[in-house]
Structures are given as structure tokens and as C-alpha cells.
């Protein structure tokens, strides 16, 4: 009897594989026929599945298991000259990947009408609803004409204030050691979340208060329901609701109702309240006309979209910066001189962002070694796109490849592989060139990042103050490769919590 289930599931397998298989090899067949001299490569596993997400293929599967494992495909592409563009095809997706950044710019800036974002695969962020990272066509513009103006000078000026008074705390919660060993990725991830709780919302969070205050009509704190949501997202699409811990579920509940309840807040204020985004978005969500207005629910979407694309990819570019700067002793001497003659050892203003070049280069320079979305999506949705001399069939998703862009020696010189914030101050014309045409780590186009000044007024603030005051190394014993080892699942992070010493300057 168990023979006869033990053979019949192996079959069952078996057929399973094949029939992925043939699914997989029609579509590059197809593809290849449509793109003569076009790398095609087969997967037998589909390049989204979680086998493939979370590692859980042993590494001593045969190629043909992978047809083009991780490693060819990071080397193939991100280095090889002449591939500009490749296709993969899974069973059920063929995407192409494309690192031409001609062809690229002109998807991104002039062409996003007909090569659109693929948001059917942005489920995962929209449990409060769809909203402006989760949209196409009428709809994403009625969402971003309104959003994107609430990222102006008021809002900014806000974020410096937020940051400067989250990292005067910070500083006063460090060891009060010389020296110290401090986890900087998860000081930079607990400092986002504070300023986009303040900024965003209007929330001052103490840094050493781990829980904060309860109001009548919730079980738990606005802090705690935030931080809850943001680690869960994935559980919240992947899991059955009555399998979440209680904690997800009533965070999930009840951020909703926080929410909510500052969009009534907004609603019935006059003009009295400080500018944090929710509320700037309810007031120009209600000015505008039946037609073009946001729904409430629109509203408290758009809020919750401002913490998963605010919160980690600052923090993690943070955190890369720090490890980096310590890698290089002589590029935060630089820094430092430069932040000591802009601000002579005081707190910045808001005014001085613009004169905290080195530090704004710092971070391009982070950004363009590490950008946070490695690959930005795009969709052919239902019709054929040709794209340089390629022919793209429909619903093929297609890949900007931003690390490779980034990471071109043609575009960005024989030293490309270094960490040289300079490039980005450089007024030599081959430079210049390179930024233009090789630098996207916030996309570019109408589509581009809306919170890109509000990240960089952030980190300005905190890189600035933090390297006034410290001095930053790597601990003995820790490698380059072990510092900056990453993993990509959303945005890319260092694989290991970055941890620094700190020496008092
Ligand atoms: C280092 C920090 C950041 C990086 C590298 C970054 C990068 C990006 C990129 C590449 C996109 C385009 C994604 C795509 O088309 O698939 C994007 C879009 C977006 N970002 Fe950012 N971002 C950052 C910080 C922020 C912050 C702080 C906010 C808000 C508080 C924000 C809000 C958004 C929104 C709302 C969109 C969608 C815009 C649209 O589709 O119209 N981002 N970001």
C-alpha cells in the first residue's frame, strides 16, 4: 500500500518538474526565435520561488536543476561586456533584464505609458489598500498628483528638525565609553523608523521608550502596532490570518484605526497642525474635487506606503555608509574636515544641507555601490514592446538593472569597484556624464522615488552629526567581505547586523 502512494507521488513530482519544464522551454523557445543572438536562459525552478527566495535548494544540485544558477547570472550579467540585455524564462514569467542605460532612461522617462510598473506583484504592500507605489495608469496619477507635492520645502524642513532631535537622543543613549561597539544597522533602523513616525506622522517617539503610550479605545501603542506591521509584512501575505500571532493581527487592526483617526484629526483641523505627511495628504486629498480626490481609504494606504518605502531603504544605505567610511580612514578624514569647516562644529540647519556636499556625496557614492532596489521592475502588460532591437512578447516583466548600470566600468571608469564619494563633486566632463547617464538609484522619470529629498536631508543630518562627534573603525578581527556581505529580498541589506567601533573625537 505505501509503495503504491510512495511511487505514485514520485510520479506525481516527476511530471510536475516536466511539465515546468516544458512550460519553461516553450517560452524561451519563443523567445529566442523573436531574438536572434539574445541570451535565453531556462529555469526549472521559477526565479520568485521561495525555493529560490530563501536559499532552500542545496547547492549540490546539478546546473541543470537551476539551468543558470545565482552566481552565473550575477557574474554574466553584472560583468560581462557586451550583454546589454538577457532573458529568463520560468514556467510561468519571461523576464528580461537590461543594463543598456540609453535604452533604460528612455523606459523610465519616456516611455512609462507603455512599459508600465508590474503591480500585480506588489500584493505584499497593499494591505491597507492600493495606493501610489501600487498603481498604474488614471488611477497612480490621481494618487501621485496629490502625494507628490506633500514631499516640498515644509515637509523637508520638517525631517531636518525630526533627525536632528532623534539623533541628539540617540547620542545621549550611546555608552559614554571612549570607545564602543555599537550595532549601527539597528540604531539606523530604529532612527528611520522614528523620523518617519515624526515626520510622516506627527508621532514623537522617545529613543529609549521601547514601548509608549497607550490612548483610550487601543490595546497598544501607536510605536508598538508600527513596528509590528513593518516585521510582518511578509507573514501577512504569506500566512492564513488565524495563524498570525495575536500581536500581528491586532497591530494590523489597529494601525489601520491610528490612521484613521489622524485623517479625522486633519479633517476637522483648520490649518493648525504641523505638516507631517498624513496630514498634508488628507488637506490636499480634500481640496481637490469629488473626481480627483483620494478616499480615506486612499489616504491611510498612501500613509502606510511612506513607511515600507521610507523606512529600511534609508536605514540600510545608512548603515552601508557607516561601513564603508570606516573601511576608509582617509575618506571620513575628508568628511569630517569638510562638515568641520561648513559647520564649525555645531548641529546643522536645515540651510546648511546644501552646503553638506561631501556628506550628500557619501551618500551617492553608497548608493551607486549599494543601491537599495537592485533591479527596478517594469511590465510589457498586453502588448509587445520592442525595445532597442529587442522584441518583448506580452506580460514579459522587465528588469532595469541598476546594480550593473551602476556597476559598468564604461560608464564609470576602470576604478568603478571603489568607494569614491568625489565622483560626485567632480566638475571633469567624463564624470559628469556618468552620474547623468549611470545613476538611478531612486529610478528616474515621473515614476521616480517622491521621498529622494527626504531621505538625503535624513541622512545627511545623522551622517553629519555622527561623524562630528566619533570616530568610526572596524572591530579587529571583522573582514571587508564579512562587513559588506549582502542579501536582496525587498531592499538590499548587509547580510550581517554592521557593527562599528565608535570612538568619542
Ligand atoms: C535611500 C532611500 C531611498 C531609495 C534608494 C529609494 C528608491 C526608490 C526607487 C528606486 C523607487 C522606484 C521604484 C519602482 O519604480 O519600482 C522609489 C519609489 C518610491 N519611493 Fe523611494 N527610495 C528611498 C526613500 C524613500 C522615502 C524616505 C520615501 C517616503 C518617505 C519614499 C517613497 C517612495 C514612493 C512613495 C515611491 C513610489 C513613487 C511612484 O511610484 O510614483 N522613498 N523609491
Redesign the pocket.
Known amino acids: 500500500m505505501w509503495k503504491i502512494i510512495g511511487t505514485a507521488i514520485a510520479f506525481l513530482v516527476a511530471a510536475t518538474i516536466f511539465s515546468t519544464y516544458l512550460a519553461a522551454k516553450r517560452r524561451a523557445d519563443k523567445f529566442k526565435k523573436d531574438n536572434p543572438g539574445l541570451q535565453v536562459y531556462t529555469l526549472l525552478v521559477p526565479l520568485f520561488s521561495p525555493l529560490r527566495i530563501f536559499h532552500l535548494l542545496p547547492k549540490w544540485l546539478p546546473w541543470l536543476i537551476y539551468d543558470m544558477s545565482d552566481k552565473q547570472m550575477a557574474k554574466g550579467f553584472t560583468t560581462e561586456k557586451g550583454t546589454d540585455a538577457l532573458a529568463i524564462c520560468d514556467s510561468d514569467v519571461s523576464y528580461f533584464l537590461l543594463r543598456d542605460p540609453a535604452l533604460c532612461h528612455d523606459i523610465m522617462v519616456n516611455r512609462y505609458k507603455e512599459i508600465v510598473?508590474p503591480v500585480h506583484t506588489y500584493v505584499l504592500i497593499d494591505i491597507y489598500g492600493s495606493n501610489?507605489?501600487t498603481t498604474e495608469g488614471a488611477t497612480?496619477r490621481r494618487h501621485?498628483k496629490i502625494?507628490g507635492p506633500v514631499f516640498g520645502e515644509r515637509n523637508n524642513a520638517l525631517v531636518h528638525e525630526a533627525s536632528l532631535r532623534i539623533a541628539n537622543e540617540m547620542f545621549a543613549a550611546w555608552p559614554t565609553d571612549q570607545t564602543a561597539l555599537i550595532d549601527i544597522s539597528e540604531e539606523m533602523m530604529q532612527f528611520a523608523l522614528y523620523v518617519?513616525a515624526s515626520a510622516?506622522f506627527g508621532k514623537d517617539f522617545a529613543w529609549t521608550d521601547k514601548e509608549g503610550d497607550i490612548p483610550a479605545g487601543h490595546t497598544l501603542s501607536f510605536k508598538t502596532t508600527m513596528k509590528t506591521v513593518i516585521e510582518n509584512l511578509m507573514n501577512y501575505v504569506m500566512f492564513p490570518d488565524w495563524s498570525l500571532s495575536k500581536l500581528a493581527r491586532t497591530s494590523r487592526k489597529e494601525f489601520g484605526q491610528y490612521m484613521d483617526e489622524m485623517i479625522e484629526e486633519a479633517i476637522a483641523d483648520g490649518d493648525s497642525l504641523s505638516p507631517n505627511i498624513l496630514q498634508a495628504l488628507t488637506k490636499a486629498a480634500f481640496a481637490e474635487n469629488e473626481s480627483s480626490k483620494l478616499t480615506k481609504e486612499e489616504i491611510r494606504a498612501n500613509g502606510f506606503?511612506?513607511i515600507v518605502?521610507?523606512h529600511e531603504?534609508?536605514a540600510n544605505?545608512l548603515a552601508y555608509a557607516f561601513a564603508l567610511l570606516a573601511l576608509h580612514p582617509d575618506i571620513q578624514d575628508t568628511l569630517y574636515q569638510h562638515c568641520i569647516e561648513v559647520l564649525g562644529g555645531r548641529d546643522p540647519e536645515y540651510a546648511d544641507f546644501s552646503k553638506l556636499t561631501y556628506s550628500l556625496a557619501v551618500m551617492n557614492e553608497t548608493?551607486r555601490l549599494y543601491p537599495?532596489?537592485i533591479a527596478?521592475?517594469k511590465y510589457s502588460a498586453d502588448q509587445t514592446v520592442v525595445i532597442g532591437k529587442h522584441v518583448l512578447p506580452p506580460k514579459t516583466e522587465i528588469h532595469i538593472e541598476v546594480t550593473a548600470i551602476h556597476k559598468n566600468p564604461d560608464i564609470w571608469g576602470p576604478d568603478v569597484d571603489e568607494f569614491k564619494p568625489e565622483r560626485f563633486l567632480s566638475t571633469d566632463e567624463a564624470r559628469q556624464n556618468a552620474v547623468k547617464i549611470g545613476w538611478i538609484?531612486?529610478?528616474e522619470g515621473p515614476?521616480?522615488?517622491?521621498?529622494k529629498k527626504?531621505?538625503q536631508v535624513e541622512f545627511v543630518v545623522v551622517l553629519t552629526m555622527v561623524i562630528m562627534r566619533y570616530r568610526v573603525g572596524v572591530p579587529e578581527g571583522v573582514s571587508r567581505e564579512h562587513l559588506l556581505e549582502s542579501a536582496s529580498l525587498f531592499t538590499l541589506k548587509p547580510k550581517h547586523n554592521v557593527k562599528l567601533v565608535f570612538s568619542r573625537r
Do not use: E, H, Y
Not at 515614476?447 to 521621498?451: E, K, N, P
Open positions: 510598473k501610489i507605489v497612480w501621485r502625494a518617519i510622516g506606503i511612506m518605502a521610507g531603504t534609508t544605505t548608493l537599495q532596489v527596478i521592475p538609484p531612486f529610478s515614476r521616480a522615488c517622491v521621498g527626504f531621505s
